[in-house]
């Protein structure tokens, strides 16, 4: 019996995925839940299991192919029983047949017709959301290189072609763009799925946020004191590290209660404020930055935020995540000090307004009842959307994460 993979839907935000690498050939033989591929969304890569045991027959989609969520990609052999359906010899009713010829169509599966214009060409129903949006007319998005299957627009193409569209009339003052190099001077790498995404990601922030960018300098000796009193238990009885990470967190979140706009979006000339608080946490992974969300934070004491930063951490450097934990987050800090930077300031997350940078924790002089003592400092910085955050909002936000955290009782146990 054949069966067909599809791709499989990695998120309710998810319409497509890349498949960035098969690892198994045509003709092997696969167990059920054996990861086959790895495949890129636009918020996370993720690895991917087989639905059924049998042989892989074929594959109905390259490495660097751009699909839509329930297309095919391959065909495996099988006499297992899945919920997943057979191809059928005769389409159901129901089905929906590929744009491209030649592909076998799965019994009830039912796609969304993409569109057609004048010049033949097909479009998903995703790329005519954005060109909507954009106003693209149909004869402009014919013009546009399509890096998909049969040279299909995806939503990357489009994407790619709004920002090579902004930046087309350089200043008289510009440099040339395509400097010859000697050879061997110069190795160029492609970008990668997650590095395209993080840079259209970012951009789009600095276009859609006034960014402003506060900083503040905290004393972390009671957090130090409580963690090093605690930390020998903690590893005994989690398993793993307690970090600095979970105490920034329970503060962010105690101050956000008090400052809700920092815990808000703008949806045009509304503001939306968040009754939950799903803190997003940047993650360092191989080849760039992914940032989960630990939701409903404010539901978890300090041992609880200790154990979700773990376990988010983990998942995303084996790749474990699912593109839903990207998505919905409230309010997000990076925490570059684990690299030993002092300060920096992250770029907002978008749709929200603010985001913290955490600093590295140093020893330094300070003074302390006009008395000079060593004490381990941190600095604190938040950059805010000056659309609806003030300085003076954003300062005394700042301010008050300042104070929780250099509040902390050395004596407590965790």
């Given at each position: 019996?054949?069966?067909?993979?599809?791709?499989?839907?990695?998120?309710?935000?998810?319409?497509?995925?890349?498949?960035?690498?098969?690892?198994?050939?045509?003709?092997?033989?696969?167990?059920?839940?054996?990861?086959?591929?790895?495949?890129?969304?636009?918020?996370?890569?993720?690895?991917?299991?087989?639905?059924?045991?049998?042989?892989?027959?074929?594959?109905?989609?390259?490495?660097?192919?751009?699909?839509?969520?329930?297309?095919?990609i391959a065909i495996i052999e099988t006499e297992a029983v899945d919920s997943q359906p057979a191809i059928a010899s005769e389409p159901a009713e129901e089905t929906v047949k590929s744009a491209e010829p030649g592909k076998p169509a799965a019994s009830k599966v039912v796609t969304q017709p993409k569109r057609e214009a004048q010049s033949g060409r097909f479009y998903s129903p995703v790329v005519m959301k954005i060109a909507a949006e954009e106003q693209i007319p149909m004869s402009e998005l014919d013009t546009i290189s399509g890096s998909g299957?049969?040279?299909?627009?995806?939503?990357?193409?489009?994407?790619?072609?709004?920002?090579?569209?902004?930046?087309?009339?350089?200043?008289?003052?510009?440099?040339?763009?395509?400097?010859?190099?000697?050879?061997?001077?110069?190795?160029?790498?492609?970008?990668?799925?997650?590095?395209?995404?993080?840079?259209?990601?970012?951009?789009?922030?600095?276009?859609?946020?006034?960014?402003?960018?506060?900083?503040?300098?905290?004393?972390?000796?009671?957090?130090?004191?409580?963690?090093?009193?605690?930390?020998?238990?903690?590893?005994?009885?989690?398993?793993?590290?307690?970090?600095?990470?979970?105490?920034?967190?329970?503060?962010?979140?105690?101050?956000?209660?008090?400052?809700?706009?920092?815990?808000?979006?703008?949806?045009?000339?509304?503001?939306?404020?968040?009754?939950?608080?799903?803190?997003?946490?940047?993650?360092?992974?191989?080849?760039?930055?992914?940032?989960?969300?630990?939701?409903?934070?404010?539901?978890?004491?300090?041992?609880?935020?200790?154990?979700?930063?773990?376990?988010?951490?983990?998942?995303?450097r084996n790749r474990k995540l699912l593109p839903d934990e990207m998505a919905n987050g409230t309010f997000s800090i990076s925490n570059f000090g684990v690299y030993g930077t002092t300060i920096g300031f992250p770029i907002i997350n978008q749709p929200q307004v603010a985001i913290?940078?955490?600093?590295?924790?140093?020893?330094?002089?300070?003074?302390?009842?006009?008395?000079?003592?060593?004490?381990?400092?941190?600095?604190?910085?938040?950059?805010?959307?000056?659309?609806?955050?003030?300085?003076?909002?954003?300062?005394?936000?700042?301010?008050?994460?300042?104070?929780?955290?250099?509040?902390?009782?050395?004596?407590?146990?965790?």
């Amino acid at each position: 019996m054949k069966y067909e993979m599809v791709m499989p839907k990695m998120g309710e935000s998810i319409t497509e995925g890349t498949i960035l690498k098969w690892l198994k050939k045509e003709g092997d033989t696969i167990e059920k839940d054996e990861i086959i591929l790895e495949i890129s969304t636009d918020k996370v890569d993720s690895e991917i299991p087989t639905p059924v045991p049998g042989i892989l027959l074929k594959f109905l989609a390259a490495e660097n192919e751009t699909v839509e969520v329930g297309k095919p990609i391959a065909i495996i052999e099988t006499e297992a029983v899945d919920s997943q359906p057979a191809i059928a010899s005769e389409p159901a009713e129901e089905t929906v047949k590929s744009a491209e010829p030649g592909k076998p169509a799965a019994s009830k599966v039912v796609t969304q017709p993409k569109r057609e214009a004048q010049s033949g060409r097909f479009y998903s129903p995703v790329v005519m959301k954005i060109a909507a949006e954009e106003q693209i007319p149909m004869s402009e998005l014919d013009t546009i290189s399509g890096s998909g299957r049969n040279g299909r627009v995806t939503k990357k193409d489009v994407l790619a072609y709004l920002e090579s569209r902004k930046s087309e009339a350089p200043s008289a003052s510009a440099q040339p763009a395509n400097i010859p190099a000697q050879a061997g001077k110069v190795e160029v790498l492609p970008m990668d799925n997650m590095r395209k995404s993080i840079a259209a990601h970012m951009i789009a922030s600095k276009q859609t946020s006034a960014h402003v960018n506060l900083y503040t300098e905290v004393d972390m000796h009671n957090v130090t004191q409580l963690r090093d009193k605690n930390k020998a238990a903690f590893r005994q009885r989690e398993g793993f590290g307690l970090t600095y990470t979970a105490f920034i967190i329970e503060a962010v979140v105690k101050a956000l209660k008090e400052f809700p706009l920092l815990n808000a979006s703008l949806d045009g000339d509304r503001i939306l404020i968040k009754k939950e608080y799903h803190i997003g946490v940047a993650v360092a992974v191989e080849k760039g930055l992914v940032v989960p969300n630990i939701f409903n934070a404010e539901e978890k004491n300090l041992t609880g935020l200790a154990r979700s930063v773990n376990d988010l951490a983990t998942r995303a450097r084996n790749r474990k995540l699912l593109p839903d934990e990207m998505a919905n987050g409230t309010f997000s800090i990076s925490n570059f000090g684990v690299y030993g930077t002092t300060i920096g300031f992250p770029i907002i997350n978008q749709p929200q307004v603010a985001i913290l940078g955490v600093g590295a924790i140093k020893k330094r002089p300070v003074v302390i009842n006009d008395a000079i003592a060593i004490r381990p400092i941190m600095y604190l910085a938040l950059t805010i959307d000056h659309r609806l955050i003030d300085g003076a909002m954003g300062s005394q936000f700042l301010e008050r994460i300042r104070e929780l955290l250099e509040g902390y009782d050395p004596n407590m146990n965790i």
